[in-house]
Each structure stands twice: as structure tokens, then as C-alpha cells.
């Protein structure tokens, strides 16, 4: 058995932004040799500045990009061999995005449940069950028969965690899950992470909730321009992080959530 | 002139074929155009031939394929193309599946991307995200473009004429023939046209609106 529950290794990935011209397209390299460990009950977290390949590095670990070079594993399973059955890798992680992604056409109880039923073939009842006890984690228990339309941010977003959580996955990765709603809302969506931290739910977040990270995290990871460039306990990035770049980026944060 | 009611059924006894035509037609159509749309979005390798399948089908008069197929083909392939409702059907069904490809493809960009990508995130294969996430959005966002479709296959039902179905064209002509009334029994078959389009698409595009409401589209 491997020690981790997920591994990435040497990972690289790029992409193009194609510009109106051919001279316009440009290739980001958003991730750059990046590898991380996480094991069972871990909950690291991810910040550093916008367009920093964050995103593209947490997308590749639910191989939702492709690596170009590296290897991410799930347990003993290496994802990027080739003829390896992601679909089932994928029912094993669960990922919430920013910008929520909920099934438009199903109600909150449909989408929680709509994998259960279809890909993990439980039966109806157990399927609602284990759909009910996710909305019961998440307390969105009251608007089950509503449509991701007429819910708030907040509710939508504990939905996509309810989601997520509902097949018991091994890990859940978290895109900024708070950073497309009022300030107002992400408090809510906050206090149901907490819930799932201090339940051992393995989690790798990104996200630039100060306080929250350092409630809950064991390792906060500095990323910038594609490359880990320090890592380490809340209270290092809190009092003195090594590095120059991540101390400039702590202070702009820290300045901006206690003004 | 004398107001034959009988000749009046008679030309309403055509409204079944003049409608089974088009709504069969209009099933074999989803049927072709919903793969192609897909095909065409998410597998760029093979997108060339749903192009070419679209750009043939659009380009000629269905007319000219239904005499091909009917008169040509039908003396040395008597199944199936010895059937004038087949032919039909077949011939009508390929042309509106050409349309309603790009009247799907429309809907699945409409749909977006991160819909595909969440259904992915759960556990789906792309095919089974299409089924499961994609395909019962893409419906409700294509209603405006299904219900023009379907009136047009309505009025193209009419070329089965040449195919010597007797469909409501058909019997109105043949009345005509009777009667030597050159306007009215035309005009009924027109009022009986309209009062065969208008209804569904009227009723698509209101369920369409609703629906999109819903679901907050």
C-alpha cells in the first residue's frame, strides 16, 4: 500500500492562448515540475496570485487536464499510464470548482445523486440515502426539490461540496470554492469545510481564506508562476516565510482581510 | 360553386400521411443529428465528415434524391425503395438531420463546456456525460430551431406528391382535377398546413421558455 492517498510527481503541464494573430498565441506554462504528497486525513492548502497555474495543477490532479510530463497517483494506481480507467479514478476524487458547475436541468437532490445511481450503480434507496446524508453534512437539507437556479451562492456552493462528498471519495479537491460568492455567503460554504476538517476528510484546497487555513491546515503550499515555491504550517507563512516573494504576498493578504 | 363536404374529408383524410411523414422524419432527424452534433464537438479528428454530411445534405433539393432513390434504385432494391413512404421518411429524415446538427451544435455550445467537465468530475465517461448531463439541456435550449425544423419538414412532406402519395397536396390537386375549382380546395390544403405547424411549434417554444426558466438559462 502507498503511504499517500494521492502523489503528484515531476508534473508539468502548458497550453496555449491562441491570439487574434498568429504572432498573439502564447504558451503559459502553467505548471512547472511540481510534485506533492498527500496522505490520508492531510489538508493542505493552496494560495498564491491569479494566473499562477494553481487551478491548471489541481485540474491535472483529477487528471481533468492531461500532464504533459509527470505522474500524478492515486493510491497505487499511477493515473497517467496509458489505458488506465479514469473514469473510476475520477468517481474516487471529488472536485468542487469555483464557479460551482451544478447541474442545471436536475434538482439539488438529482445532483448529488445522479452519480451514485449512474456511476457508482447503487440502488434507489441506498442512492438517496447516501445523497440525504450529504445534504444533511452540508444543511441544505430544506430546498432538496429545487433547482440549482433558485438557489443562493452560498446554498449552490454546498451542493458542489454535497456533491462531491456524496460517493465518500478518498480525497476532495477544492478550486476556490468561496472566491465566486459575496463575502456575506462565504462564510457558510467555510463553516461546512470546517465540518468536513474536523470530520479527517482528506482535502487539497485552494483558497485565500487566511483564517480558515490556519484553522485547519497542515500545510499551507505558496504557488507562483507555476512552481511550488514554499511550503510549510500556517504559523510559518504567519510569522516569517523564507522567501521574499511569498512575505510580499503574505502581507498584501493579511493587509486585505484585516482592513 | 357547391361545397362538397366529402371532398372536404377526403382531403382531410390526408392530414395522417401528410403528419406521419413529418414526425417520422423529424425522429429519424434528432436521431442523425444529435450523434452529429456531439461527433462534431467533442471529436475534432472526424468533424470533417459531419461538415461534408451537412454541407451535402443542405446543398441539393430533397427532391431530386427522393426521384433518385424511388425511380432509380426502386426497380433493383424493391425493399425498401420500392415504398414511396419510406423513401419519404428516409429521404426527409437525412436532410433535416443535416439541420438539426447545426441546430444542436448551436445548443451544446449554448450548454458550455464546465456542464461536460462537472459531469467528468463525478465519474462519467464523455459519452455517458453527453447521455446523463448534456443531451436533456441541449433539448431545451434547441426548442426555437426544433420547431422550425418540424413546420419545415411539415411543408416538405408536400414533395411526396411527385411519389404519387396521397398526401393533403395530393388530394387537393386531385379534387382540383374533379371539381375544376382551381382556388378553393389550394386554399384549404394551405389552412390545413398552417394548422399543422403552427400548433407544435407554438407549443415546443413555450415548453422551451418555461423550461429555461427553470433551470435558470
Keep these: 500500500m502507498s503511504d499517500f492517498v494521492m502523489e503528484a510527481k515531476n508534473v508539468f503541464k502548458s497550453y ?6 498568429k504572432e498573439g498565441t502564447k504558451v503559459v506554462e502553467a505548471v512547472k515540475d511540481v510534485s506533492l504528497q498527500i496522505r490520508k486525513g492531510d489538508i493542505k492548502l493552496i494560495f498564491g496570485p491569479s494566473g499562477s497555474g494553481k487551478s491548471t495543477f489541481l485540474r491535472c490532479m483529477d487528471m481533468l487536464d492531461i500532464p504533459d510530463k509527470g505522474e500524478i497517483w492515486l493510491g497505487d494506481q499511477c493515473l497517467t499510464k496509458p489505458g488506465v480507467n479514469l473514469n473510476k479514478a475520477r468517481a474516487r476524487i471529488g472536485f468542487v470548482f469555483q464557479h460551482i458547475y451544478l447541474f442545471r436541468h436536475l434538482s439539488v437532490l438529482g445532483n448529488v445523486e445522479l452519480a451514485l445511481r449512474q456511476v457508482l450503480k447503487l440502488p434507489k434507496e441506498e442512492a438517496r440515502k447516501h445523497a440525504m446524508a450529504a445534504l444533511e453534512e452540508v444543511k441544505v437539507t430544506d430546498c432538496v426539490n429545487k433547482y440549482p437556479a433558485q438557489l443562493s451562492g452560498g446554498q449552490a456552493q454546498r451542493v458542489g461540496i454535497a456533491r462531491a462528498i456524496a ?14 460568492l459575496d463575502p456575506e455567503l462565504t462564510g457558510e460554504v467555510i463553516d461546512t469545510l470546517r465540518d468536513l476538517a474536523h470530520e479527517g476528510t482528506t482535502m487539497l484546497i485552494i483558497s485565500h481564506e487566511m483564517p480558515f487555513a490556519q484553522e485547519v491546515a497542515e500545510e499551507m503550499i505558496f504557488y507562483d508562476e507555476g512552481r511550488i515555491i514554499e511550503t510549510g504550517p500556517p504559523s510559518l507563512f504567519f510569522n516569517a516565510p523564507n522567501t521574499d516573494r511569498a512575505k510580499q504576498f503574505m502581507t498584501r493578504i493579511i493587509n486585505r482581510t484585516t482592513r | 360553386m357547391v361545397f362538397d363536404w366529402q371532398q372536404v374529408i377526403f382531403l382531410l383524410e390526408g392530414v395522417p400521411l401528410t403528419l406521419s411523414i413529418s414526425i417520422i422524419s423529424f425522429l429519424i432527424g434528432i436521431a442523425i443529428g444529435i450523434p452529429l452534433a456531439f461527433t462534431r464537438v467533442y471529436e475534432s479528428e472526424i468533424s470533417f465528415a459531419v461538415d461534408a454530411y451537412e454541407k451535402v445534405f443542405r446543398g441539393f433539393p430533397e427532391i431530386v434524391l427522393m426521384l433518385l432513390l424511388y425511380f432509380g434504385l426502386g426497380p433493383f432494391f424493391p425493399i425498401p425503395f420500392n415504398n414511396p413512404f419510406f423513401v419519404a421518411c428516409f429521404v426527409l429524415g437525412l436532410r433535416s438531420g443535416a439541420n ?42 434547441s426548442t426555437p430551431g426544433l420547431g422550425s425544423e418540424y413546420a419545415l419538414l411539415v411543408k416538405d412532406s408536400a414533395y411526396v406528391f411527385i411519389l404519387a402519395l396521397l398526401d393533403v397536396t395530393r388530394r387537393a390537386d386531385q379534387i382540383r382535377i374533379h371539381t ?38
Excluded: C
Design chain 1, 16 to 21: 496555449m492562448i491562441k491570439g487574434e494573430k
Design chain 1, 167 to 180: 460517493r465518500q471519495p478518498d480525497i476532495i479537491l477544492l478550486d476556490e470554492p468561496t472566491s465566486a
Design chain 2, 100 to 141: 438539426q446538427s447545426q441546430i444542436f451544435r448551436g445548443a451544446i455550445r449554448g450548454v458550455g463546456d464546465e456542464q461536460m467537465i462537472a459531469g467528468i468530475s463525478v465519474g462519467f465517461s464523455k459519452w455517458r456525460a453527453i447521455w446523463h448531463i448534456m443531451i436533456p439541456q441541449v433539448f431545451t435550449f
Design chain 2, 180 to 217: 375544376n375549382d382551381f382556388v378553393t380546395w389550394y386554399i384549404l390544403a394551405a389552412i390545413i398546413y398552417i394548422a399543422l405547424t403552427f400548433p407544435i411549434a407554438f407549443y415546443l417554444d413555450k415548453w422551451g421558455n418555461k423550461r429555461k426558466k427553470k433551470i435558470g438559462l
